[in-house]
């Protein structure tokens, strides 16, 4: 099992910048991608960003050039920048990591774990 725990969501202004976290403990060993998925009020769940095991990384076209995602092996934890945001990014925000992967969408191969989330909210 694999425990995922977030933080660092909040009230930010448009154009402001926060920074999300994933921390996983339990068999981490396991996960071989984790993706940050987010899902605002109304609207379906959204993959935003993505990180393998190898570091390889992919982003969806609303967020490119915006969000950063990255790891930190020795704290176990998968990081999101998100700068230049805009009220479109309000969305509670969620990491999940993978057992299998190969490409595109975590959740296309199941077998994964999911955070609880933590929410982001931008003001205009």
């Known amino acids: 099992q694999v425990q995922l725990v977030e933080s660092g969501g909040g009230l930010v202004q448009a154009g402001g910048s926060l920074r999300l976290s994933c921390v996983a403990s339990?068999?981490?060993?396991?996960?071989?991608?984790v993706g940050w998925y987010r899902q605002a009020p109304g609207k379906q769940r959204e993959l935003v960003a993505t990180?393998?095991?190898?570091?390889?990384?992919n982003y969806a076209d609303s967020v490119k050039g915006r969000f950063t995602i990255s790891r930190d092996m020795t704290k176990s934890t998968v990081s999101l920048q998100m700068n230049s945001l805009n009220p479109e990014d309000t969305a509670v925000y969620c990491c999940?990591?993978?057992?299998?992967?190969?490409?595109?969408?975590?959740?296309?191969?199941?077998?994964?774990?999911w955070g609880k989330g933590t929410l982001v909210t931008v003001s205009s």
């Open positions: 999940y990591a993978a057992r299998y992967y190969s490409d595109g969408d975590p959740l296309d191969y199941g077998m994964g774990y």
């Open positions: 339990g068999s981490i060993d396991s996960i071989v991608a």
């Open positions: 990180i393998t095991s190898g570091a390889s990384t």
